[in-house]
C-alpha cells in the first residue's frame, strides 16, 4: 500500500541539515524538471509581481520569498518534518514507525515533484497550480515526467513470475489524499483508491450530505495514521474498506472512490 499525500502551505520555518542534494532525493528521474522549476522560480523571485505569479497571500510575501531565494544554500531537512498544517498535524508522523510512514507514504509538490518522508530539502513556497514563467502551468510540466519516474511496484512485482506469490498483484494498492491540482499530475497504473470526505446530517428527516474543507484535511491524516498504526497492508479496495472500517471508521466504497462519512 502507498499513500499519496499533498504537501502543507505550512512548513517548518527552517532546516537544520546540509544544503539541498538534487541526487540524494527520491525518483531521481524527476531531477531535470526540479532543476528547471528551480531556475524559474529563481527568476520569478526577483520579479515585482513575484507574489502575484505564486500566489502568497500578502501577510505571507516577505516570508516566502526569502525561503525561495536561498533554495540552493538553505539547511534541509526531513520532508517528514517540513511538511505541517492541519493534515499533518493528524497524520502524527512522530507517533509513527519511522520505517513504516517512509516505506508507505508519497509526497506531492509543486517544487519537488514527489517526495519520500526521509528525502532533505528547504523550506520553500511553491504551489502545483501556480502558472511559473517560462514554464507554464507547474502541473502541465510535472505530468509527462511522473509516469517514467515514479516505480511503485511492490516488491514482488519485481521477482521472476514463477517467484511471486499466487495470485498476487502486480502493484501495491494506491490510497490517494492528494487535492485536486496535485492529484492530476500522476495517476496510478494499479489499483487506486481517492479517500473523499462528507458530513452526513439529516434535514427535514432525510439525510444529506456535503463536502467539507478543514475537516477533511484532518479526517484523512487520521486515516493515513490509523492505516500505518494497524500495520494493515490491504491489496484491493474492498480490502481497504474493511481495513479502514475496522478501524472506527465510517466508509463506503463508491466506484473507485472511499467515502468518508462524518455524521454530525
Known amino acids: 500500500m502507498h499513500i499519496?499525500?499533498?504537501?502543507?502551505?505550512?512548513?517548518?520555518?527552517?532546516?537544520d541539515g546540509p544544503p539541498l542534494d538534487l541526487a540524494s532525493l527520491s525518483f531521481p528521474g524527476l531531477n531535470p524538471?526540479?532543476?528547471?522549476?528551480?531556475?524559474?522560480?529563481?527568476k520569478a523571485g526577483r520579479r515585482a509581481d513575484a507574489a502575484e505569479i505564486l500566489e502568497i497571500p500578502a501577510g505571507q510575501v516577505r516570508d516566502a520569498l526569502a525561503r525561495n531565494k536561498i533554495l540552493r544554500k538553505a539547511p534541509t531537512l526531513p520532508a517528514a518534518r517540513l511538511?505541517?498544517?492541519?493534515?499533518?498535524?493528524?497524520?502524527?508522523?512522530?507517533?509513527?514507525d519511522a520505517e513504516a510512514a517512509a516505506d508507505r507514504i508519497i509526497v506531492f509538490s509543486g517544487l519537488w515533484g514527489a517526495l519520500r518522508l526521509t528525502d532533505r530539502v528547504p523550506p520553500y513556497r511553491l504551489a502545483m497550480a501556480v502558472s511559473l514563467p517560462p514554464e507554464g502551468r507547474l502541473s502541465a510540466l510535472w505530468r509527462p515526467a511522473m509516469g517514467a519516474a515514479l516505480n511503485l511496484e511492490d516488491p514482488?512485482?519485481?521477482?521472476?513470475?514463477?517467484?511471486?506469490?499466487?495470485?498476487?498483484?502486480p502493484a501495491r494498492l494506491i490510497v490517494d489524499m492528494r487535492s485536486g491540482p496535485y492529484a492530476s499530475v500522476w495517476k496510478?497504473?494499479?489499483?487506486?483508491?481517492?479517500?473523499?470526505?462528507?458530513?452526513?446530517?439529516?434535514?427535514?428527516?432525510?439525510?444529506?450530505?456535503?463536502?467539507?474543507?478543514?475537516?477533511?484535511?484532518?479526517?484523512r491524516g487520521r486515516i493515513a495514521h490509523d492505516l500505518i498504526r494497524s500495520g494493515a497492508s490491504p491489496g484491493t479496495p474492498d480490502e481497504?474498506?474493511?481495513?479502514?472500517?475496522?478501524?472506527?471508521?465510517?466508509?463506503?466504497?463508491?466506484?473507485?472512490?472511499?467515502?468518508v462519512i462524518l455524521h454530525d
Not at 511538511?83 to 509513527?96: E, F, M
Open 188 to 219: 496510478a497504473p494499479g489499483p487506486a483508491v481517492a479517500v473523499r470526505v462528507f458530513r452526513e446530517a439529516v434535514v427535514d428527516g432525510v439525510p444529506k450530505r456535503t463536502v467539507v474543507s478543514h475537516m477533511a484535511k484532518a479526517t
Open 33 to 42: 524538471v526540479r532543476r528547471r522549476v528551480l531556475a524559474a522560480l529563481g
Open 4 to 15: 499519496l499525500l499533498p504537501p502543507s502551505e505550512k512548513k517548518a520555518a527552517e532546516g
Open 83 to 96: 511538511y505541517t498544517g492541519v493534515l499533518y498535524d493528524n497524520l502524527d508522523l512522530p507517533s509513527l
Open 240 to 259: 481497504l474498506l474493511k481495513t479502514v472500517a475496522d478501524l472506527g471508521h465510517t466508509v463506503e466504497l463508491n466506484g473507485a472512490n472511499l467515502d
Open 156 to 169: 514482488r512485482a519485481r521477482r521472476a513470475p514463477r517467484e511471486r506469490p499466487a495470485g498476487g498483484p
